[in-house]
């Protein structure tokens, strides 16, 4: 075990140790003077205290912007940190990012210009560029005066940047001095990360009062703004059982620490709706972390992958150092952020059957805007029809009770009837009469209800295809 944490810095390695785990990347850095990464909301939103991680893979860098006020320090063990200061070349020359801001005048206060160099130099390692490739990278940075215009501007014009010589180096040099399990003392406070999941189950069991962290996205908030001290932190992200994405015969098996920016090619492939609202999960900077295992371990009633998973009828593989079990996901959730998960029980995959050929799937995402938000309600549809009949409905939705839910009586309304807009109608009429949503900031239990039923009407119009519709025009058109 290795007691020290080492990762470079703007390009110098460095080596950490007396400092509690609990300190955030962002409070270590501006301790340091590296005073470019802001704190704007300490909460993953705004993305001022945005820098660029390097993973070591495949003999390279892999470079993403994170948030680094809710990233404990030990989290970068083993990867290269960038700060907007370290951006800058060797000779003192901006980084294109940095120039073509200026340049477009992308900055007045200033305040969020360091975040966004980060955010444009994340996207300038990318070969793809459009505008939606260039919404996606800057969605997580809030500016509040420059106006985003120009901030677009300086993004259009972004060269595509090809990894410098020395980045095979930082990576070699981090694969070789990392390659022992970080095992951090200090202040009172204890960050495993072991490489193999017995190693972490053993740690599990022996601090039982322990934190399972993945990318931290929940977590880093309870250390940001309930000032929480975690006496021992067990990290999963370097635990390679629980890193890899994989197929296994018709099933897709995503491992609980995968972030979603690497689950997110597998589930695109499986149904492309809910790769569209896996896409939609935070931001750029919440998503180069996060995980999957995570949204379901922390048991949100609008936790965004659940309906979908449930849906298609995924389950979980559960590990402890009694043994492995599997649970479907709709059974995983028992309450508001309860689980079946045992102490010392940890998640490790993900399974999502293929959905048949037959099986029209989609996902819903009805938020106040697109990027970086919560749900007010979501839902997840798994249809199989067959000439023109439903002969399979798997119907789950978010944001309606104290945990995501399937919705029984929606499926009978579904199964068995013609795939019309009639029949559309009716399942929604369940769904408003099945769902008990509650009334908070982001909607009424009323406008909830009344969302839910409509997502059915969507739905048909989304699947229906240019056929369905037309007869409904027609069936409109004769109508009284
Ligand atoms: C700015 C911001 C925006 C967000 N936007 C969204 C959004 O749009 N939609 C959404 O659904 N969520 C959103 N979230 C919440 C969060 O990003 C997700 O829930 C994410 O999936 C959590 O994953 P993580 O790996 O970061 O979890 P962590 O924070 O590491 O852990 C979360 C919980 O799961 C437990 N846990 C983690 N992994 C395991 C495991 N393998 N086994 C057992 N327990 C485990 C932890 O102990 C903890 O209780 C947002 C968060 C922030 C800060
Ligand atoms: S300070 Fe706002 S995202 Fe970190
Ligand atoms: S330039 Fe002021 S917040 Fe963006």
Redesign the pocket.
Known sequence: MRPEIRFFLNGRPCRLSGLPPHTTLLEWLRGQGLTAVKEGCA???CGACSVLIGTPRRARLDWRAVNAC?LMLPQVDGRAVVTAEGLARGDGSLHPAQRLLADTHGTQCGFCSPGFAIALAALARRPERDDETILDAIAGNLCRCTGYRPILEAARALPVIAPAVEEAEIAATLERDCAQPLDYRAGGGRFVAPRDLDAALAVLAEEPEA???????????RITKRHEEPRCVVS?ARVGE?AAVGREGRDTVIG??VPYADALEAISALAPSVGALVR???AAQ?RA???????L??A?P????LPPLIALGASVELASREGRRTVAVEDFVTGYRKTV?RPGE??VSVRIPAPGAATLVRAYKVARRID???AAVSAAFALSVEDGRVTRARVAFGGIAERPLRTPEVEVALTGRLWSLETARAAGEAARRAVRPISDVRGSAGYRATVCGNLLERLWWDTAGPAGVAATLDALEGAP
């Open positions: 909460e993953g939103d809710i934190w399972v962290l993945a990318g931290g996205t929940d977590l880093g908030l999963l629980l609980a620490a939609r999960i935070g919440i972390v996060g995980t999957i295992g995570g949204n371990a922390n949100s609008i936790g965004d992958t998960l940890v998640v970086q938000d919560i």
